[in-house]
């Protein structure tokens, strides 16, 4: 316990320092993305990760938190403070009415309904032309004002994104390992064994789909806040693939292994400039060498590697 | 305690249980035996609420349970355990009993995701009520270890520990000998026996004659689908038709 | 609304739900046989029409030669999907594999993007593109295509299931994989065949279709996904059932697309998707399944 709570100390000063150390408001910028994709990760993992359900249709719930603060904002002229949690208590009670009969389906034919979920929603973004401006998007959405602060700068939306994040972080890893966290992952061992232990397997996979929806869905408002603007092309299938990507790249069950997971998939285009095309190839190869190669992701893949190493090596030192 | 009437249950074109009625008494041992494909799993999983029945009821403490989903009958007192061992293989063996006191605990969601002082006390009890049981069990020594990494024998009594967590007033154990050698088997044994001290009805699925005879006070015996005799250990063992059934006429 | 509309409507609803048929069926022979859902059975789909175009257009090959070289090709990628990814899968758990066949749908896709380019690109149709009137619509000469090819290869299907000792292997996996390797058939050969039998069927699809929507790097998305969705109407069967949940599919769409608003099109299929799922995942022909522990 105590180890856990130095390391998220530890990292969250490093959150902290960054700016202080590195300055560049490009730098800002995709780090504000970094910090987004990972309450995004965070969010898809503790459904995936811990209680073992699949997804493929979080950009959805993205999206919807994304456009229904981005509406209530612009048109209906509601502070941000108020549509951010507003939207998200829509997008929570959605998700759980729907999650009572999807979450019924298991495996391939859960998989293909949070997809179809998910394409259905994208399909509602770019056809209400009137709310939400269809493809061409939604713009001049009003940044986020605290305090007489306008949180409209690259290094403010930092330091305010990563609020969020580190405060998504903390509810998770608390959450991971508590009761109800261990109740999610016996049910995903074990969803029998642990219905005879009295545990409501049903309602807790509803419960954490809710969840896991909010936490998308604040990601969304945030998003539409900082960028002020949104468009349905950011919340397709594809998205909700590279989320998909992230989680599996980082290690399903870790918090930290969403953080590392976003990390890499939303720097990795970067470095990779000139090959813009070519990071669809590159997350289709990724995952198929992940799972076959490293199921654990990298969190646990790489320790696992450096050991064997290490073993080796001691190993031919002594012959 | 528990009482089974008319429990028939029919397999598309099969009847595996043709109108099967016993009770069990409180703070009994009793022992369900009879040969393979007798429908004594079918049984424990319609007592236990795994299946749907055809007809019958499943009187539990004199309240009708039938068809009540396992996580309800759970907070009824009433536990069991599986014949191939259903643990959390990616948790510690500690976490394991502490999932069994899921019932014994109510912090919720958000209770524990904002760190809530009576969930972190709350928590704290139930990591020391863990333990207990796995001394009782006899495997505290192993408590940190991956319940995937545990030898099957091991496995066993983590399954029976984490049962007891739930703090049952009846367990209904399916083959718990099976896979034990006849050391493993006898610490076993014991080991019902002071569960049964501790006031827990015993209800077993069991083919090692040797522990049924044993440690059972009174015993079923299934055959195709139908209770066949019923009595104590001995009578069991004198019953013309029981021998019959195991060993085929002797003509 | 009149007649003639409903009529043209239904008409080439049916065609795309002949293909979404063809496609649903690829889905359930690979599901029957190995219990995966391929999520890159799309994918051969767009194979096939953009190599039957570089067949005939870069290799310059007539028509008859170019179709099974494209159908050849698309197997081809189809084994090589199953001995790279599938076979050497060390935990083949429900999200493994949904996670490597998504991989290896992308990375087909993207593989595609990189010959072909993003751009959508016209297949000529089989035999030219006068109209045909039946009572008041038109149907082209492509759709006849599609509606004969589409019969005959359910036919080649009924007979290889249930005429020939190898489809006879396969349906026995699809029943019990483990009685079936106890009694000597090779399951894994199975599972080859059952990638090969639908890549070549998804391809043929494509094939067919092509002329009529163009083909791209990315048409085999949206396919993929509607004919998982005539396979789950069908119950996942390789026969009878899941052709006419094409048939219902494609019709539905295209009278939901024509009567009530074409940018929710694509929407309909997954309302439908979702709705069986929730009601009668069994599929509308299906019996319910009752578990055996």
């Known amino acids: ?319 | 305690m528990l009482e089974v009437s008319g429990i028939t249950q029919i397999f598309g074109g099969v009847t595996a249980l043709d109108s099967v009625s016993f009770s069990m008494s409180k703070g009994d041992i009793t022992g369900v035996i009879g040969p393979n494909g007798a429908g004594k799993t079918t049984l424990f999983n319609i007592i236990t609420g795994i299946y749907r029945q055809s007809a019958g009821t499943v009187l539990l403490e004199g309240k009708d349970v039938t068809g009540l989903p396992p996580e309800k009958l759970a907070r009824l007192a009433m536990v069991r355990t599986f014949q191939n061992i259903e643990l959390f293989g990616g948790m510690t063996v500690l976490e394991n009993v502490m999932v069994g006191m899921h019932t014994r605990s109510s912090a919720g969601l958000l209770a524990c995701a904002l760190k809530m002082p009576w969930s972190i006390s709350e928590e704290r009890r139930i990591s020391v009520g863990a333990l207990k049981w796995l001394e009782f069990a006899g495997i505290a020594d192993l408590a940190d270890h991956t319940a995937g990494s545990l030898p099957f024998g091991k496995g066993r009594l983590l399954e029976i520990a984490r049962a007891l967590a739930v703090e049952p007033r009846i367990i209904l154990m399916d083959e718990p000998a099976a896979g034990l050698n006849s050391q493993e088997t006898f610490a076993l044994a014991q080991l019902i026996k002071r569960i049964r001290d501790l006031g827990i009805t015993v209800v077993l699925v069991e083919h090692d004659m040797e522990l049924v005879m044993d440690i059972c006070d009174r015993i079923v015996v299934l055959n195709l689908g139908r209770k066949l005799a019923e009595g104590t250990p001995r009578e069991i063992q004198e019953s013309p038709e029981v021998i019959a059934a195991y060993l085929g006429d002797d003509d | 609304m009149q007649f003639d509309q409903i009529l043209q409507y239904t008409l080439s609803g049916l065609s795309t739900g002949a293909i979404y048929a063809l496609i649903g069926i690829g889905f359930s022979i690979i599901y029957n046989a190995t219990g995966i859902i391929n999520f890159a059975q799309g994918e051969f789909v767009m194979l096939g029409g953009l190599l039957t175009l570089s067949c005939l257009e870069l290799l310059k090959l007539p028509l008859w030669a170019a179709v099974p070289c494209a159908v050849a090709v698309s197997t081809l990628v189809g084994i090589l999907f199953e001995r790279l990814a599938i076979r050497p899968l060390r935990q083949p758990t429900p999200i493994n594999l949904v996670i490597i066949t998504i991989g290896g749908s992308i990375l087909i896709r993207g593989l595609a993007m990189l010959v072909w380019g993003k751009d959508t690109h016209a297949v000529p149709p089989f035999s030219g593109d006068t109209p045909i009137a039946i009572g008041g619509a038109t149907i082209l000469p492509q759709h006849l295509w599609i509606f004969a090819i589409t019969l005959i290869i359910i036919f080649i299907n009924k007979v290889y299931f249930y005429r020939t000792i190898s489809g006879k292997a396969m349906r026995a996996c699809s029943y019990n994989r483990r009685a079936a390797g106890l009694v000597g058939i090779d399951v894994k050969r199975m599972v080859l065949f059952s990638f090969i039998i639908s890549s070549a069927m998804g391809a043929v699809a494509g094939i067919i279709v092509a002329p009529l929507t163009m083909t791209a790097y990315d048409v085999g998305v949206m396919l993929g996904l509607k004919g998982f969705c005539a396979a789950i109407i069908g119950g996942m069967s390789s026969g009878a059932s899941t052709v006419i949940g094409g048939l219902i599919l494609g019709v539905l769409e295209s009278l939901g697309a024509g009567l009530i608003s074409s940018g929710y099109k694509d929407a309909i299929a997954f309302i439908i998707l979702l709705l069986i799922l929730f009601i009668r995942p069994q599929g509308l022909f299906g019996k319910a399944d009752s578990e055996r522990v």
């Open chain 1, 1 to 319: 316990m105590k180890r856990d709570f130095v390391l998220f100390i530890a990292f969250s000063l490093l959150v902290v320092a960054v700016p202080l150390l590195f300055s560049g408001g490009y730098l800002m910028n995709v780090l504000v993305f970094v910090g987004i994709n990972t309450m995004l990760a965070i969010a898809l993992n503790l459904l995936l990760g811990y209680a073992g359900q699949i997804s493929l249709g979080h950009a959805g719930f993205f999206g919807l938190g994304a456009y229904l603060s981005g509406i209530l904002t612009t048109t209906c002229s509601v502070n941000p403070w108020v549509a951010m949690p507003a939207a998200a208590a829509v997008v929570g009670c959605l998700a759980g009415l729907i999650g009572f009969p999807i979450l019924k389906l298991k495996g391939h034919y859960l998989a293909m309904a949070t997809l179809g979920l998910g394409i259905i929603m994208y399909i509602v973004f770019n056809e209400t032309v009137d709310l939400t401006g269809g493809p061409s998007g939604l713009s001049a959405i009003p940044n986020l004002k605290l305090a007489g602060v306008s949180f409209d700068s690259d290094i403010k939306n930092y330091y305010l994104i990563w609020s969020f994040t580190l405060a998504v972080m903390l509810f998770s890893l608390n959450l991971a390992n508590s009761r109800v966290g261990r109740a999610l992952r016996a049910v995903h061992d074990s969803e029998v064994a642990a219905q005879v232990l009295g545990v409501n397997a049903r309602l807790l996979k509803v419960q954490i789909f809710a969840l896991s929806a909010v936490i998308s869905s604040l990601a969304g408002s945030l998003y539409a806040h900082t960028m002020t603007f949104v468009a349905p092309a950011s919340f397709g299938f594809n998205f909700s693939i590279e989320l998909l990507t992230m989680v599996v790249i980082g290690g399903l069950g870790s918090i930290y292994g969403s953080f590392l997971g976003a990390a890499l998939l939303t720097l990795l285009p970067e470095f990779l400039r000139g090959a813009n095309e070519y990071d669809i190839i590159i997350y289709g190869g990724l995952l198929m060498v992940m799972v076959m190669y490293m199921p654990g992701g990298l969190v646990r893949g790489v320790p696992a590697l450096y050991r064997k190493v290490v073993r080796q090596k001691s190993v031919a030192d002594h012959a």
